[in-house]
Every structure is written in structure tokens, then in C-alpha cells.
């Protein structure tokens, strides 16, 4: 079996909102997405999804999803510490919710956390002992 995660779907309340905060944050939508149903946003080997809330609980039968991470959260690794700050800033400026600012972590890695419009918290982090490949992927060392 490959162990890969293919797709991130996010329930979203408004998707207008989240495209438009996604937007900002340099996400381009992708042209398999259905105007006012799902947006689609390709990443490196992966593929970020945007469903409203109501529809992803019809699909899962009526299973209603609360807001906010769950206990997941969704994470970009950078290749310079600058860039957590960068991506910080610009999460905020879109609208984004500041969880936690920039800060140094006792492991040695640089860490920010931000709430997407619907709650969702990304993390931005330079990690140095995970540097990314060359083509982005993060590899986990041997």
C-alpha cells in the first residue's frame, strides 16, 4: 500500500469568504473547481479543497461538523525563517486570525499559528532539522 494524504477538504460556512481569503493569501483556484459548490487549489502532490459546511455534512449523512480545527492542523514548512513571518503577516492581512505569533520553539524550530476565516489553523514553521527538497516536499530524515 502507498501511504500518501491526496486531499485536504475543509468545510467552509461561507465559500465565497474562504476563496477570497485564500485568494489573498496567493492561492490560485484551480479550473476543475465548481463555482458555489467546491474550489480546488493544487499544492505540491496534493490537492486543498473548500466544500461549504452544509454540504460536507450531507455527504457524511447529516454529521454535523463544528467549527474550528478539531484537533487538526494544516501546515506549510518553510525554507527560511523570514518566510514564517511573511506568511504570518499575510494570513492576518487577509483575515485571517492570529492563534499564535511567531515565536522560537525550545526544539529549535520557528512556529506561527494562524485561523483560516472558518477556524482552521495553519501552521507556518521553519523547521531546520526537516529541510525541504528541492522540489518543496518535505522528507522526513533518516
Known sequence: MEHRISLV??????????EAFYAAMGWEKHPASVDG???FYQALGQVLGLYPRASLSSD???RVLGEGSGGVTLAQ?????????ALFARALAAG???VAAP???PWGGYVAYVADPDGNVWEFAHVPGF???ADGALVLPS
Open 96 to 98: 485571517g486570525t492570529e
Open 60 to 62: 457524511m449523512h447529516g
Open 9 to 18: 477538504t475543509l468545510g467552509v460556512e461561507d465559500l465565497g469568504r474562504a
Open 37 to 39: 459548490n467546491v474550489t
Open 131 to 133: 529541510p525541504l527538497a
Open 103 to 105: 515565536v522560537d520553539m
Open 77 to 85: 514548512n518553510t525554507r527560511e525563517r523570514e518566510e514564517v513571518d
